[in-house]
């Protein structure tokens, strides 16, 4: 493949900045639980022409002429996410998962309503109501908590509490730091006692559940699901809403991403989500998905047998968070570094009723979506545990940090990226 042709003609910086990126993607392991590698065939809809057209509008009903062709791939888009998901309607235009969140709040609620949402120490989102963010100054957001930090389990009844107190219009499940799997039926029985809405937030287990691997809200009755389309989906960055039958609620979605929060869609996105939605649809992305649980399963293993605080006690899915401050003494922020040091990518964060700071927390959280894409499998994913581990104990020893390096690289050098899915 020739690389970057024209930008390298005409745009060094930019240049050394894209074959740096590169280098970094292949020489390190990826254990961000938020990230993946698209396919070669995703980033081509991405570098597409389609970034040229303004198509404001849905298919059949736009704003400016000469649609033939974004009508084409963004009814691809939507059936194949109607498919994927079992839902009557899908929104493929919003442009991440927190713009789908937005636009989600606003079609479903007036300003000074209530969300009753995940605490955000226990997994919740930035985008459930964060005090930092512009949404928690517009709606009202109450949360519920695990029961058990070390099981996992949500705290059913004081959910239950919550709503009857509050009234939310949405009862919200759906986290990004959150390693056990929902009873969703509950949160449905729950949301009709008050009357709320139903949304799940599967940002990080679209892929997942697409794939079946996953339970589906859906399937117990959830109303509304907004996600991302880049992590375990594995798509072009950006963002869905997903509605399972109210054609109401639909029509309300879709005035609320344009004209209500959105401008133009990007069509070159959306053309890549076709793609991907197709490489979902593949029984090869139902392996992939598979092999995602047994990696993480097989990272868990390792930790429980060197006795380190897993939150929730292990994982149902693609991430775990452990407690390696508790477990090892050494902070969220010293471990990233670390591992970083030895090519290996992931992120600190805080763990439930978390004691130290958002800066400086006590935990990390990986997970197993990138390193299956590339390839691998459960042998590799212990191995890769057995290395962090050893990593966290060698914080200050550059000697074992070089060797662990080495094999880290070895690991990278079997495994290439980008895979190709076909
Ligand atoms: C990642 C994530 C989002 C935000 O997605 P962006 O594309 O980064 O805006 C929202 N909700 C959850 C649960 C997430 O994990």
Redesign the pocket.
């Given at each position: 493949m020739e690389h970057y042709k024209y930008i390298k003609a005409q745009d060094s910086e930019v240049y050394d900045a894209l074959i740096g990126e590169e280098e970094r993607e292949r020489t390190g392991i990826e254990l961000i639980p938020?990230e993946n590698y698209v396919s070669l065939a995703v980033r081509e809809a991405e570098g597409s022409v389609l970034t040229n057209k303004y198509a404001e509008g849905y298919p059949g009903r736009r704003y400016y002429g000469g649609q033939q062709y974004t009508d084409v791939v963004e009814t691809l888009a939507i059936e194949r996410a109607k498919q994927l998901f079992n839902c009557a309607y899908a929104n493929v235009q919003p442009?991440?998962?927190?713009?789908?969140?937005v636009a989600m709040y606003f079609a479903l609620m007036e300003p000074g309503d209530t969300v009753l949402g995940m605490d955000l120490s226990h997994g919740?989102?930035?985008?459930?109501g964060h005090p930092t963010t512009s949404i928690n100054k517009v709606f009202n957001f109450v949360r519920y908590k695990m029961k058990d930090v070390d099981t996992g389990e949500i705290d059913y009844e004081h959910l239950r509490q919550m709503a009857l107190k509050h009234k939310p219009k949405i009862i919200l499940a759906?986290?990004?730091?959150y390693s056990r799997e929902l009873d969703y039926a509950k949160f449905v029985a729950i949301a009709k006692e008050v009357g709320a809405y139903t949304v799940a937030?599967?940002?990080?287990i679209a892929g997942l559940i697409a794939a079946g691997a996953l339970r589906n809200p859906f399937d117990d009755g959830f109303d509304v699901m907004?996600?991302?389309?880049?992590?375990t989906l594995r798509g072009p960055?950006?963002?869905m809403i997903l509605v399972r039958e109210s054609e109401d609620l639909a029509k309300r979605i879709n005035k609320t991403v344009f004209p209500g929060v959105q401008g133009g869609p990007h069509m070159h996105i959306i053309a890549a989500k076709a793609v991907a939605f197709g490489e979902a649809l593949h029984p090869r992305f139902k392996i992939y998905a598979v092999q995602v649980l047994k990696n993480a399963k097989a990272m868990e293993q390792v930790f429980k047998a060197h006795n380190i605080r897993l939150l929730g006690g292990g994982t149902d899915n693609h991430l775990l968070l452990a407690d390696v401050y508790g477990s090892l003494g050494i902070t969220g922020a010293e471990a990233e570094a670390v591992l970083d040091e030895v090519g290996i990518t992931l992120n600190k964060n805080m763990i439930a009723d978390e004691p130290r700071t958002a800066l400086d927390p006590s935990g990390i959280r990986f997970g197993t979506p990138a390193m299956t894409t590339r390839g691998m499998g459960e042998g590799e994913a212990a191995a890769l545990a057995e290395l962090m581990i050893r990593t966290l104990n060698a914080k200050d020893d550059p000697v074992e940090k070089a060797k662990i390096k080495a094999q880290v690289q070895q690991l990278c050098e079997q495994f290439p990226v980008p895979p190709a899915f076909v």
């Amino acid at each position: 493949m020739e690389h970057y042709k024209y930008i390298k003609a005409q745009d060094s910086e930019v240049y050394d900045a894209l074959i740096g990126e590169e280098e970094r993607e292949r020489t390190g392991i990826e254990l961000i639980p938020s990230e993946n590698y698209v396919s070669l065939a995703v980033r081509e809809a991405e570098g597409s022409v389609l970034t040229n057209k303004y198509a404001e509008g849905y298919p059949g009903r736009r704003y400016y002429g000469g649609q033939q062709y974004t009508d084409v791939v963004e009814t691809l888009a939507i059936e194949r996410a109607k498919q994927l998901f079992n839902c009557a309607y899908a929104n493929v235009q919003p442009l991440g998962g927190a713009a789908a969140n937005v636009a989600m709040y606003f079609a479903l609620m007036e300003p000074g309503d209530t969300v009753l949402g995940m605490d955000l120490s226990h997994g919740g989102h930035l985008t459930h109501g964060h005090p930092t963010t512009s949404i928690n100054k517009v709606f009202n957001f109450v949360r519920y908590k695990m029961k058990d930090v070390d099981t996992g389990e949500i705290d059913y009844e004081h959910l239950r509490q919550m709503a009857l107190k509050h009234k939310p219009k949405i009862i919200l499940a759906g986290f990004s730091a959150y390693s056990r799997e929902l009873d969703y039926a509950k949160f449905v029985a729950i949301a009709k006692e008050v009357g709320a809405y139903t949304v799940a937030d599967v940002a990080h287990i679209a892929g997942l559940i697409a794939a079946g691997a996953l339970r589906n809200p859906f399937d117990d009755g959830f109303d509304v699901m907004t996600t991302t389309t880049h992590k375990t989906l594995r798509g072009p960055r950006g963002g869905m809403i997903l509605v399972r039958e109210s054609e109401d609620l639909a029509k309300r979605i879709n005035k609320t991403v344009f004209p209500g929060v959105q401008g133009g869609p990007h069509m070159h996105i959306i053309a890549a989500k076709a793609v991907a939605f197709g490489e979902a649809l593949h029984p090869r992305f139902k392996i992939y998905a598979v092999q995602v649980l047994k990696n993480a399963k097989a990272m868990e293993q390792v930790f429980k047998a060197h006795n380190i605080r897993l939150l929730g006690g292990g994982t149902d899915n693609h991430l775990l968070l452990a407690d390696v401050y508790g477990s090892l003494g050494i902070t969220g922020a010293e471990a990233e570094a670390v591992l970083d040091e030895v090519g290996i990518t992931l992120n600190k964060n805080m763990i439930a009723d978390e004691p130290r700071t958002a800066l400086d927390p006590s935990g990390i959280r990986f997970g197993t979506p990138a390193m299956t894409t590339r390839g691998m499998g459960e042998g590799e994913a212990a191995a890769l545990a057995e290395l962090m581990i050893r990593t966290l104990n060698a914080k200050d020893d550059p000697v074992e940090k070089a060797k662990i390096k080495a094999q880290v690289q070895q690991l990278c050098e079997q495994f290439p990226v980008p895979p190709a899915f076909v």
